[in-house]
């Protein structure tokens, strides 16, 4: 996709592991999120950014963390990871109102 | 109860078949609609978008919304295969803060 890099694209990791998912881009926008995917919930909304240092919370956001020191790069951290959180995680970017660009997506699976 | 609700389906349509998917919300503050297309194992596109009420053309692409009943409305005309793919509703109360979703609808279309 068009500016926006989400690593890796694919893990597997055991319960109680740290895991750190990276979303990259390279469009210079201000405002960053993170949703996950689920059958049955359509796209839920975990963190957002809106600038370097600044975010907020979102629907589901108990369990995770993020972290934005640069404005391309928004990192989303599991502490502690359950099974409840295997689960696909989208990036996205806005540019507008409208113009919101998701990435490709990470496949996470927690055994 | 779910601030939007959408048909999960699937829906199986005959190739040029007209489609009509639709989404409710609850949420009188929505002002921006948008209407999100997803194939497997990718990141959802931004394929239209309204402000408030009316209606939006673009191809064989129409969006609408109804605000006063709290729904929104995409069709697809003449339907191709290529068309089968998931397709998210999306809406905001602007500020760029988060989009709700509805958990999406499969449609497949039929050669």
């Known amino acids: 996709d068009a500016g926006i890099t989400q690593s890796p694209r694919h893990k597997v990791t055991e319960t109680g592991t740290p895991v750190t998912l990276r979303c990259h881009q390279t469009?210079?926008?201000?405002?960053m999120y993170w949703y996950r995917q689920d059958p049955g919930h359509g796209l839920r909304l975990i963190h957002y950014?809106?600038?370097?240092?600044?975010?907020d919370k979102g629907e589901v956001s108990d369990g995770y963390s993020v972290s934005r020191s640069k404005t391309e790069d928004f990192l989303l951290t599991l502490e502690s990871a359950t099974s409840s959180q295997t689960s696909v995680y989208f990036c996205a970017i806005s540019a507008s109102e409208y113009g919101y660009t998701f990435g490709s997506g990470t496949r996470l699976t927690v055994v | 109860q779910k601030e939007v609700e959408q048909d999960p389906g699937p829906l199986s349509v005959p190739e040029g078949a007209i489609v009509s998917l639709n989404c409710t919300y609850s949420n009188s503050a929505f002002q921006y609609f948008m209407w999100y297309r997803q194939y497997s194992r990718k990141g959802p596109e931004l394929l239209m978008y309204t402000y408030s009420s009316g209606n939006k053309e673009d191809g064989r692409f129409t969006a609408q919304v109804d605000k006063s009943s709290k729904y929104i409305s995409l069709f697809i005309r003449d339907s191709q295969p290529s068309d089968s793919a998931t397709y998210l509703c999306?809406?905001?109360?602007?500020?760029?803060?988060?989009?709700?979703f509805g958990s999406g609808t499969r449609l497949q279309v039929q050669p």
């Open positions: 950014s809106y600038g370097v240092k600044d975010t």
């Open positions: 999306a809406m905001s109360a602007g500020g760029r803060r988060a989009l709700t």
């Open positions: 469009e210079n926008h201000r405002y």
